[in-house]
């Protein structure tokens, strides 16, 4: 069975955030599973981290985490100062995640965000054997406390080492590890996917999780993405991952920033009925 899933950030200006009544809300709108900031985890108390795995447990809700690894925590630099210390950042929240029971983390695992490509395109093959290095430095653990390492396809225009689908999977059969999987997002793979069933199953049995997301980050059902072509390629895979939306709709904050909005989408829109709209649109498409 898919799990639908949410991204918290929907509903906040800034990254770091008190998670905790996420939990609670995101059962009471209907969803199975609830993504939070894996960077933020790492911060928390050992405390903090329990109440969250307490409350998820409580509510019947999955957790996985998302991340968006800062330049300064790169580990795809080619300063080898900076790529240790990003290696050693996603070590503390693979460590992190283990405490919350294991689970997964996805985004730019394998690099950082967002990101400007270098002026010589020339050395995006010494960037992309980095960041193979540090993968392979990282796996280990991860295997160890059964935590799932997701390299997310993303677009040109916030990244630039793994833009298509075809480049996640040769990435991973590099990495040649159950515990680095590949996380596809409707909303990159329309600027740079041929076709959206073409890529799902190309990804095959690499593919661990699929973010969900209108051309405009509007929440599923409130755009044009073809929604009939993702589910027929998802059972041809036989896809049981999870369904992760991460819509992002207004401005403001740092979230609003990085992600680019400079109107509100939705301006009129209760945040919460359209969360429960779009569970109901993802179960009657995509289950």
Same mark, same amino acid.
């Given at each position: 069975m898919r799990n639908i899933g949410i991204y918290y950030a929907y509903w906040t200006d800034d990254w770091d955030t008190d998670f905790l009544p996420f939990i609670p809300k995101?059962?009471?709108?209907?969803?199975?599973?609830?993504?939070?900031?894996?960077?933020?985890?790492?911060?928390?108390?050992?405390?903090?981290?329990?109440r969250l795995k307490e409350s998820a447990l409580e509510?019947?809700? $999955?957790?996985?985490?998302?991340?968006?690894?800062?330049?300064?925590? #790169?580990?795809?630099? !080619?300063?080898? /100062?900076?790529?240790?210390?990003?290696?050693?950042?996603?070590?503390?929240?693979?460590?992190?995640?283990?405490?919350?029971?294991?689970?997964?983390?996805?985004?730019?695992?394998?690099?950082?965000?967002?990101?400007?490509?270098?002026?010589?395109?020339?050395?995006?093959?010494?960037?992309?054997?980095?960041?193979?290095?540090?993968?392979k430095e990282m796996i280990p653990m991860a295997e160890d406390l059964n935590v799932i390492l997701n390299v997310e396809v993303i677009n040109r225009f916030e990244q630039f080492l793994l833009n298509t689908c075809q480049e996640a999977v040769d990435y991973v059969e590099i990495i040649n590890s159950p515990?680095?999987?590949?996380?596809?997002? $409707?909303?990159h793979m329309n600027i740079e996917e041929d076709s959206?069933? #073409?890529?799902?199953? !190309?990804?095959? /049995?690499?593919?661990?999780?699929?973010h969900l997301g209108e051309t405009n980050r509007k929440p599923?059902?409130?755009?044009?993405?073809?929604?009939?072509?993702?589910?027929?390629?998802?059972?041809?895979?036989?896809?049981?991952?999870?369904?992760?939306?991460?819509?992002?709709?207004?401005?403001?904050?740092?979230?609003?920033?990085?992600i680019a909005l400079w109107r509100d989408l939705m301006p009129t829109a209760d945040l919460d009925n359209e969360a429960a709209k779009s569970v109901q649109f993802v179960k009657k498409h995509l289950l």
């Open positions: 995101v059962k009471s709108l209907g969803f199975d599973q609830l993504e939070i900031n894996g960077g933020a985890l790492v911060s928390l108390s050992k405390g903090e981290r329990q509510n019947g809700i $999955t957790l996985s985490y998302g991340i968006g690894l800062t330049a300064d925590h #790169d580990v795809s630099s !080619l300063n080898e /100062s900076i790529r240790k210390e990003g290696v050693n950042f996603m070590k503390k929240m693979i460590g992190a995640v283990a405490e919350m029971g294991g689970g997964m983390i996805g985004g730019t695992v394998h690099s950082y965000w967002p990101a400007t490509a270098p002026d010589d395109l020339s050395v995006k093959k010494q960037i992309l054997m980095k960041s193979h290095q540090s993968m515990n680095c999987k590949i996380l596809l997002d $409707t909303f959206f069933g #073409d890529a799902i199953r !190309l990804a095959g /049995s690499h593919l661990s999780a699929l599923p059902g409130c755009g044009r993405i073809p929604w009939s072509e993702i589910k027929t390629a998802l059972d041809d895979i036989h896809f049981e991952g999870p369904l992760v939306m991460e819509p992002f709709i207004k401005p403001g904050g740092q979230v609003g920033k990085d």
